[in-house]
């Protein structure tokens, strides 16, 4: 969230702006962090609250705000069908793997435990599977023979940093084009 | 296979000697190719033999021929356990892909279809299941917005031509060990 925040304040990713931060953890540190460089937060907690009655907050306040493209990041939850059909491809998740190889979680412990000599981060679409929507962009890193969980996500977020404000500014950009679940560059297919 | 020929010869694979190339047909092209660079050939048909009595044939050939090391390439059959059995951790596999991504058939064109950015070729020791063996070695390549199958197959195909030398050349030096199922140089792990 940072890194998209300073990426857009660079100037990186053209006409984009940074509206709100959504958490659904009032404790979350981004928020706070969020907040001391005066970008809009707000903290929409789950207790006591079906997914529907959460989601209609979140949708809400994305409305309110005039949200043109959400960012997760480090979410947990898979969004509703409904949830993702209101905001149609522009909806984007950054997870650090290649995809299609170790969705899910725990995931650099699983690529190291498999054995790849390379690994990397994805941002994709964010559709109604788990870390399946199609894909923006990648990077790719070098898994170490002496890494430890540790080491191999610190080096993949080094390059996540990088990549976020990349998709994200092809996606804002509009320059794009989905041809059966290839994203590539409009006029390219 | 002539790419680990001609590594051989330029002394890229230290203490390798390319003593057989055995095909399953006596049609196939590398053969004729082998016999071209005074290489020994053998071609072991399948017809009217049991799945045993054709690898059989093939592993009395490799012991006869003193081969400590066996390189498959474009070998569509999964060998059986008895035949991996018998040459533990000296099976090598190419595949045209980030293994654990795009096991099986039509590598490439899954590749394309899923819309990844990078995909690679992967040397692994063959064991029982289809491309699961541990990863020796990996290489990456980009996938572009108007690839076609042919044209990252020859991207992808020129890193192979490098990756199955460098990860042989490993095999032969021992120098490495296998923890779980990651291959790390040996005391690194």
Chains 1, 2 share one sequence.
Not at 31 to 57: F, M, P, S, W
């Amino acid at each position: 969230m940072l890194a998209l925040s300073d990426a857009i304040s660079r100037g990186i990713v053209p006409n984009a702006e940074l509206v709100l931060v959504v958490s659904d953890r009032s404790d979350a540190r981004g928020l706070t962090l969020a907040q001391e460089k005066n970008i809009q937060t707000l903290a929409i907690d789950r207790a006591g609250k079906t997914r529907e009655e959460h989601e209609a907050e979140v949708i809400s306040a994305l409305r309110k705000y005039e949200v043109d493209v959400i960012c997760l990041a480090g979410y947990m939850r898979l969004l509703s069908p409904g949830f993702i059909e209101g905001f149609p491809r522009r909806i984007l998740n950054i997870h650090p793997s290649l995809l299609p190889s170790f969705p899910g979680l725990d995931v650099q412990q699983k690529a190291i435990n498999h054995g790849v000599k390379w690994s990397g981060c994805t941002v994709h679409f964010v559709d109604d599977t788990l870390d399946g929507g199609p894909i923006v962009a990648q990077r790719v890193v070098p898994v170490l023979d002496d890494d430890t969980e540790a080491t191999l996500a610190e080096r993949i977020l080094e390059q996540e940093h990088l990549l976020y404000p990349e998709a994200l500014a092809l996606v804002i950009s509009g320059k794009f084009e989905i041809v059966g679940r290839r994203v590539v560059a409009a006029g390219k297919s």
